[in-house]
């Protein structure tokens, strides 16, 4: 089978709020196109998109699913992402490797706070958009005020292209604007072939086709000059313009239907071939130099037997199963070896595939999602990927001691898939950490180490990552002397500390000067001096926190012709350091978190009172269609549970994400119990 020519393709990412149909509308679009013999459900665990055990557990997408279909000569690539806050790892990489997003929206609820977000993004990135309104068939879904909402809080580009036909359990079709006929209400089946438009519409039809034109007359000079004369514009001429707009992202043409009834599903398909531009049309901003074969991978699947799969975007080709490529980041060069088409969770072998095309290859085994693939070494800078940055940790341990080192693997292949999900060993601490975008996807994380790596861990409640400085200068001397036969040890310093201005930033920052005069310390001892100090300044005195923000000047010291070393001269620094901190009036500090909250209006009050309590400081609200985007700073001590707090506040109907702000100071009566604590923890260390 060749390879399909990229002026015949469509890339898709679908996106969107969390269960507003995502998933829902790739099986309709799958099944309307004849790639499905009956509409699977959420419900049954049937979907191709949702295959995967977790996702049937908890009936939600937990990662980016491909699938590809056929339509009006076209081939459509659909990338099913996951709408929750806690899985957009790979819906943020799947936008860089697609030309359009398909936005699906609740036709209850509304423009919701992810729809917002990955609009953003999709924006960033210049994608042409079309706008799907689900769930005409619930009950108080309203087409009319969510395309009302679109208009206000995505963008007044948004414009309906089709119509419902009814409401809510009466909804029975819907009109095609632009194509002017009706779908009616297949009822799971396949949607038969354009109707005509129920009379009853004729009046709304009216006004809603003339605001498409008026919107895609704007667009475009010739059409606007001959509209403007009355001039009666052929449908042809107008579906062209439209095409234009939306390829140029000019427009965001809003569609409707129900998605688990496979309603709205022909005038989608048709919108994404006519509308959303192909790779040829488009190109890619993705560098790859003069490689003749290139290819972008953009997520990668842990898979238990197959091993590592990693899906791409072909940037330069084709590429077949013989084609080698060198990875710039590691040098090593790797054979791709048989190309699949991924269908769900259903593979197909291809012999090519060409330029714009997505698909996967197995067993890569040194790259990782985020690689460009080139065909020979020419220095590329891959993209980069804003991934969201984990707002929540926890501290995992095995269950079994002796499984250490098989949580980690586990956990190394797990985030290889999710980037968002970190692992690390806090030093300061010793606690294993692994963080993420919510505490669902830790769970997840959790369970797939049991079902698919078979080790079990626990999470706790990880801890605060403390920090210490100082607030003013202070000088100390310490002699580091022992004499017991043999060869002494002898080392003397005396160091002046100080706060250094730039206290604000985030990391250990530090400098040591050498201020000795007349050699009193050799040259050689003087490092060893700055290692110790180090050393001492990993565990402050005042909660066993590292220290940072501080300068130390070595002033004078001695030293003896036997006896020094620089074993002695570290432990003297490190000493003098710890004399010096006492003196210099240390203070603890905590990260403070920049949180955004999004609950239903009726629900702020307890919100912000809560908040209130966890020494949050409100910034901002901003009500926005029912819903109210609180802004705050919040310590991290008080936050680290919040997800669960928020849900009975909200019925689960809030949202939130954070991200580090800064260091602050912890405030005094606070700061004195965890002093406190550190104090107790020390002492039934020592017994
Ligand atoms: N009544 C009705 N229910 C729908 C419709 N579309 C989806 N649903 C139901 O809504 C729920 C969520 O649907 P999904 O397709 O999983 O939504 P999603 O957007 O993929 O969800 P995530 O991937 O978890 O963000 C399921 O129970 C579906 O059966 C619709 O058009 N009408
Ligand atoms: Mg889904």
């Known amino acids: 089978m060749p390879a399909t020519e990229p002026g015949k393709i469509r890339n898709i990412a679908v996106v969107g709020h969390r269960g507003v149909g995502k998933t829902s509308l790739v099986e ?19 979907t191709v ?16 699913t491909l699938s590809h279909l056929e339509w009006q000569g076209r081939k459509i690539n659909l990338v099913d992402c996951p709408g929750d806050a806690g899985f957009q790892a790979d819906t943020y990489a799947s936008l860089r490797v697609v030309e359009g997003a398909l936005v699906v929206l609740s036709g209850v609820m509304g423009v919701e706070v992810n729809s917002s977000r990955v609009w953003a ?28 909402a679109a208009r206000t809080q995505l963008s007044d580009r948004c414009v309906a292209i089709q119509l419902p036909i009814g409401a809510e359990h009466e909804l029975g079709g819907v009109v095609d604007l632009l194509h002017m006929c009706a779908y009616m209400d297949p009822a799971g089946g396949k949607e038969s072939g354009p109707q005509p438009i129920p009379d009853s519409m004729a009046d709304q039809v009216q006004e809603y086709r003339e605001k498409l034109l008026d919107a895609v007359v704007e667009t475009n000079e010739d059409l606007m000059a001959r509209y403007l004369e009355g001039e009666e514009l052929p449908a042809a001429d107008v579906a062209d313009a439209l095409k234009g707009a939306v390829a140029r992202d000019e427009i965001y043409p809003v569609g409707c239907g129900v998605a688990t009834k496979n309603l709205g599903t022909t005038a989608v398909l048709d919108l994404l071939v006519e509308g959303v531009p192909s790779p040829a049309r488009k190109g890619t901003t993705i560098e790859f130099g003069d490689a003749k074969q290139a290819v972008f991978v953009f997520k990668t699947i842990a898979d238990p037997f197959a091993g590592r799969i990693s899906c791409f975007r072909v940037l330069a080709g084709p590429v077949t199963g013989d084609t080698t490529l060198v990875d710039p980041r590691t040098h090593a060069k790797e054979r791709l070896g ?11 072998p291809v012999d090519a595939l060409g330029v714009g095309d997505l698909g996967a290859v197995a067993k890569l085994k040194d790259v990782v999602t985020g690689d460009v693939l080139v065909d020979h070494e020419v220095p590329v800078e891959p993209p980069h990927i804003d991934f969201p940055q984990p707002v929540m940790s926890f501290a995992v341990s095995p269950k079994a001691k002796g499984d250490e080192e098989k949580m980690a693997a586990g956990l190394r292949r797990l985030s290889e898939e999710d980037p968002t999900l970190q692992m690390r060993r806090d030093p300061q601490t010793g606690e294993q950490l692994l963080s993420g975008l919510s505490q669902m996807q830790v769970e997840v994380a959790v369970d797939r180490l049991h079902s698919r790596f078979h080790v079990d861990v626990e999470l706790h409640p990880p801890r605060v990552p403390y920090k210490e400085t100082i607030r003013k200068e202070a000088r100390a001397r310490h002699r580091y002397k022992k004499q017991t036969g043999g060869r002494g040890q002898f080392g003397d310093c005396e160091i002046v500390i100080e706060p250094m201005p730039n206290g604000e930033e985030e990391g250990p920052t530090y400098e040591f000067v050498d201020k000795i005069v007349g050699g009193v310390i050799s040259q050689s001892y003087r490092p060893a001096v700055d290692k110790g100090v180090r050393e001492a300044m990993e565990h402050g005195d005042l909660a066993g926190a590292p220290v940072y923000g501080i300068r130390v000047t070595l002033v004078d010291g001695m030293e003896h012709a036997v006896d020094s070393s620089e074993m002695a001269f570290k432990i003297a620094g490190s000493l003098a350091f710890k004399d010096a901190y006492q003196k210099a009036d240390p203070m603890l500090l905590e990260p403070i978190m920049e949180l955004e909250v999004t609950v239903p209006d009726d629900t702020v009050g307890t919100v912000n009172g809560d908040l209130n309590s966890r020494r949050g400081r409100l910034h901002g609200m901003e009500p926005a269609g029912g819903m109210t985007t609180i802004r705050a700073e919040v310590p991290m001590a008080e936050i680290l ?8 506040m909200t019925g689960g109907r809030g949202d939130y994400s954070m991200g580090f702000l800064r260091y602050e100071e912890v405030p005094a009566h606070v700061a004195q119990k965890i002093i406190d604590e550190t104090k107790k923890e020390r002492e039934a260390a020592k017994t």
């Not at 309709?28 to 049937?46: C, D, M, P, S, Y």
């Not at 998109?49 to 557990?57: A, G, K, Q, V």
């Not at 549970?641 to 009975?648: D, K, M, R």
Request: aromatic share 8%; glycine share 8%; no cysteine.
């Open 28 to 46: 309709a679009l799958l099944h309307q196109a004849g790639k499905t013999n009956r509409l699977g459900t959420i419900e049954q665990g049937t």
């Open 49 to 64: 998109s949702d295959w995967d055990d977790d996702e049937h557990r908890r009936q939600m997408s937990l990662s980016g």
């Open 121 to 148: 993004r999709a924006e960033e990135y210049g994608l042409s958009r079309v706008v799907f309104v689900n769930m005409l068939d619930r009950e108080r879904a309203d087409f009319f005020r969510v395309l009302e």
């Open 338 to 348: 048989q190309i699949l088409l991924l269908q769900g969770k259903e593979n197909a």
């Open 641 to 648: 549970t919040y997800s669960q707090a928020l849900t009975s």
